[in-house]
């Protein structure tokens, strides 16, 4: 059984300063973890994706995330912020498989960005 | 990279009318595709998984009956709302996974989305 939880709910901050949206997860597999970004009324765009290989994954539009087995983390960082990444973001596990069933979304975390 | 086309993106219609929603894989063939809704500022919630020449799976709670799934090809599958009624307005989002075997390590790749709003 596989389980994700965004630990805030909304995260604001302002335009040019560091972002840091939680995640930790729990899973009886390897998993591979996902962070997507969902803008108002759109699918979701992937970020990143962490699959086993190294644990610092550098995404699309500078965003990174560290996966931390002791700590069973995978937190999404970027530098400095910008408007255009006020969005809600989501954090996904999953386990290899054919089963659907194993794959977890988070509750998000909506990104407010103040200028 | 792959692209999922969803349509259509807006719809508003009366009480008791069916409504159908296409997503189409542009680059892929898709034999596996999923079906989300999303309430406001909630998560994405996995309706049903539509597998392309078979039945496709629901999760429990999910009317089949309510929520008819046809993937007849593969690179299309349609959802369709009938008889809809206010409580079935949301967010409805598609998408797949591309490839076969393991795909639990491929990333899924999502439609734009149709909102959905029964008057």
């Known amino acids: 059984a596989q389980s994700v939880t965004q630990l805030d709910s909304h995260v604001s901050v302002s335009e040019g300063t560091p972002v840091l949206l939680r995640c930790n997860y729990s899973s009886s597999y390897s998993p591979s973890l996902f962070w997507y970004v969902q803008h108002p009324n759109k699918g979701l765009q992937l970020l990143l994706k962490y699959t086993s290989a190294a644990t610092l994954v550098k995404g699309i539009n500078g965003f990174e995330a560290e996966f931390k087995k002791s700590e069973t983390s995978f937190h999404l960082t970027k530098p400095s912020a910008h408007m255009s990444d006020a969005a809600e973001y989501f954090c996904?596990?999953?386990?290899?498989?054919?089963?659907?069933?194993?794959?977890?979304f988070g509750a998000g975390t909506r990104l407010t960005v103040k200028p | 990279g792959a692209v999922v086309s969803q349509h259509p993106s807006w719809v508003i219609c009366k009480s008791g009318t069916s409504v159908k929603i296409e997503c189409r894989s542009l680059d892929f063939q898709a034999t596996t595709m999923f079906w989300y809704r999303q309430f406001p500022k909630q998560s994405l919630m996995l309706m049903a998984t539509?597998?392309?020449?078979?039945?496709?799976?629901?999760e429990q709670g999910v009317e089949k009956d309510k929520f008819l799934i046809n993937h007849a090809s593969l690179t299309l599958s349609t959802l369709t709302v009938t008889s809809a009624h206010p409580e079935d307005s949301s967010f409805y989002i598609c998408?797949?996974?591309?490839?076969?075997?393991?795909?639990?390590?491929?990333?899924?790749?999502f439609g734009d989305g149709t909102r959905l709003s029964i008057l």
């Open positions: 996904v596990v999953s386990a290899p498989g054919y089963n659907n069933n194993d794959m977890r």
């Open positions: 998408s797949y996974a591309p490839g076969q075997g393991a795909w639990g390590n491929q990333p899924q790749h």
């Open positions: 539509s597998n392309e020449g078979s039945k496709a799976t629901y």
